[in-house]
């Protein structure tokens, strides 16, 4: 039997295991790295070269690759009552969730989402949505200013911790491009931590679990306010082992202090919707007028999406890219665009490395499904600065040296690939 190339994969990876004895070298995991999601082993140093995204878990036949569970520790923690624990849920997370729990393809459980976590034993639940109001209000205003001052563009979004990381390891020079606004989850953990805590008075301190479509965000944590992150299918499991009983439930909310978010927080979910809610906020920042609902709105990127936009008194260049080997096109006239979103996953984090998994022959069917229960969502606040606790949180709360908190530096990681050979060769 030929044997063929496969993804290593270091012990130490936050995201992704393998189990060896499955394993039956076909090759498929280093097709998809490579020319799925653009990872160059030609490069590969000592260490594995990985952004953590899940595409091999996906991909893998046989399940030798598998996501790195930390859902049983948690399990473990809420049996000791002495520990206050929040978890706070990522838009694409309702729309899918439902696939593992018998519901319809493409049903949104966001209603029965917080009395799932309650029965769990979370103390707090709260909406990752309102997370992501706040990266759209601080995004928002950082490209303003770059536009104004002509700096650092275009600017990249930075929401996407493989994306982030990719671009440490392969673009560095493009580190100062990428918004320094932390992501939704970072703006929670972060918020939960300080601000939730002290309109509270809560002495005891509050650990932070996310639950994310995203097996990449387990990387994203390392550094930050967030305790663990789960992903869809971890807490599939957690439900499943606890024999919560679905159908008993009644529909609630998530906590009110820090549980809603607008409906362009919740596109967030899906390729195109960072740059909608950014663009749409900002334009109202700019003009003081609230543009017309879909003004912005870019279909989720097959690859690659280009736009041209009026604002204000000029006109903004975009592209949505998903998957980096389109991003490596449109770097080569990455000069022509003011803003450029990046997502690595196909459909964004509709389609990240921890949802359900599913037959590859209806991957597309799956993905369009999510998406269309994301743009359905019913919410009355279409955009962030129409959000209330927004308002709130920002009168009352963030002064600016707070406001530092809720950005982030990125790394330069280009010690953990070779150098290209012709940078080499000069």
């Given at each position: 039997?030929?044997?063929?190339?496969k993804v290593?994969?270091?012990?130490?990876?936050?995201?992704?295991?393998?189990?060896?004895?499955?394993?039956?070298?076909?090759?498929?995991?280093?097709?998809?790295?490579?020319?799925q999601?653009?990872?160059?082993?030609?490069?590969?140093?000592?260490?594995?070269?990985?952004?953590?995204?899940?595409?091999?878990v996906?991909?893998c036949?046989?399940g030798?690759l598998?996501?790195?569970?930390?859902?049983?520790?948690?399990l473990?923690l809420?049996?000791?009552?002495?520990?206050?624990?929040?978890?706070?849920v990522?838009?694409?997370v309702?729309?899918?969730?439902?696939?593992?729990?018998?519901f319809?393809?493409g049903?949104n459980?966001?209603?029965?989402?917080?009395?799932?976590?309650?029965?769990?034993g979370?103390?707090?639940?709260?909406?990752?949505?309102?997370?992501?109001?706040?990266?759209?209000?601080?995004?928002?205003?950082?490209?303003?200013?770059?536009?104004?001052?002509?700096?650092n563009?275009?600017?990249?979004?930075?929401?996407?911790p493989?994306?982030?990381?990719?671009?440490?390891?392969?673009?560095p020079?493009?580190?100062?491009?990428?918004?320094t606004?932390?992501?939704?989850?970072?703006?929670?953990?972060?918020?939960?931590?300080?601000y939730?805590?002290?309109?509270?008075?809560?002495?005891?301190?509050?650990?932070?679990?996310?639950?994310?479509?995203?097996?990449?965000?387990?990387y994203?944590?390392?550094?930050?306010?967030t305790?663990?992150?789960?992903?869809?299918?971890?807490?599939?499991?957690?439900?499943?082992?606890?024999?919560?009983?679905?159908?008993?439930?009644?529909?609630?909310?998530f906590?009110?202090l820090?549980?809603?978010?607008s409906?362009?927080?919740?596109?967030?979910?899906?390729?195109?919707?960072v740059?909608?809610?950014?663009?749409?906020?900002?334009?109202?920042?700019?003009?003081?007028?609230?543009?017309k609902?879909?003004?912005?709105?870019?279909?989720?990127a097959?690859?690659?999406?280009?736009?041209?936009f009026?604002?204000g008194?000029?006109l903004?260049?975009?592209?949505?890219?998903?998957g980096?080997?389109?991003?490596?096109?449109?770097?080569?006239?990455?000069?022509?665009?003011?803003?450029?979103?990046?997502?690595?996953?196909?459909?964004?984090?509709?389609?990240?490395?921890?949802?359900?998994?599913?037959?590859?022959?209806s991957?597309?069917?799956?993905?369009?499904?999510?998406i269309?229960?994301?743009?359905?969502?019913?919410?009355?606040?279409?955009?962030?600065?129409?959000?209330?606790q927004?308002?709130?949180?920002?009168?009352?709360?963030?002064?600016?040296?707070?406001?530092?908190s809720l950005?982030?530096?990125?790394?330069?990681?280009?010690h953990?690939?070779?150098?290209?050979?012709?940078?080499?060769?000069?």
């Amino acid at each position: 039997m030929e044997v063929k190339k496969k993804v290593r994969v270091s012990l130490d990876n936050p995201s992704i295991g393998r189990i060896n004895e499955r394993c039956i070298n076909c090759g498929v995991c280093y097709e998809i790295c490579e020319h799925q999601v653009g990872i160059d082993h030609s490069r590969e140093s000592n260490e594995p070269s990985c952004i953590n995204c899940g595409a091999c878990v996906q991909a893998c036949p046989r399940g030798a690759l598998v996501t790195k569970y930390n859902y049983k520790g948690i399990l473990n923690l809420l049996k000791d009552t002495d520990k206050r624990i929040a978890i706070s849920v990522a838009p694409a997370v309702r729309v899918s969730l439902g696939e593992e729990l018998g519901f319809p393809l493409g049903t949104n459980i966001e209603n029965l989402l917080p009395s799932i976590l309650r029965h769990l034993g979370f103390e707090y639940t709260f909406d990752v949505t309102f997370g992501a109001d706040v990266t759209v209000m601080e995004e928002a205003t950082e490209l303003l200013m770059r536009l104004e001052n002509r700096t650092n563009l275009p600017i990249f979004t930075s929401c996407c911790p493989s994306w982030v990381k990719y671009a440490g390891m392969y673009h560095p020079e493009l580190l100062p491009n990428l918004s320094t606004a932390k992501s939704p989850i970072g703006m929670m953990s972060t918020l939960i931590k300080t601000y939730f805590r002290e309109m509270n008075m809560i002495e005891d301190e509050i650990i932070s679990v996310v639950v994310a479509p995203c097996t990449s965000k387990k990387y994203e944590i390392l550094d930050g306010d967030t305790d663990y992150v789960i992903t869809t299918r971890e807490l599939a499991y957690m439900i499943k082992e606890c024999n919560i009983d679905i159908p008993s439930l009644k529909p609630s909310e998530f906590d009110y202090l820090m549980g809603h978010g607008s409906k362009s927080a919740v596109m967030f979910g899906r390729s195109g919707g960072v740059m909608e809610a950014v663009l749409s906020t900002a334009y109202y920042l700019k003009t003081k007028k609230t543009p017309k609902q879909g003004t912005f709105r870019i279909p989720p990127a097959s690859g690659l999406e280009k736009r041209t936009f009026k604002f204000g008194n000029r006109l903004i260049n975009v592209a949505v890219i998903a998957g980096m080997t389109n991003l490596e096109e449109i770097l080569k006239s990455k000069e022509d665009y003011d803003v450029i979103e990046v997502m690595n996953c196909k459909g964004g984090c509709i389609g990240g490395g921890g949802q359900p998994l599913g037959p590859k022959s209806s991957e597309i069917e799956r993905l369009d499904t999510r998406i269309r229960a994301l743009d359905n969502s019913d919410n009355d606040i279409i955009y962030a600065y129409q959000n209330r606790q927004i308002e709130e949180l920002y009168e009352y709360y963030l002064t600016m040296e707070k406001r530092e908190s809720l950005h982030t530096v990125h790394k330069n990681l280009s010690h953990l690939v070779k150098p290209k050979k012709e940078d080499i060769n000069e």
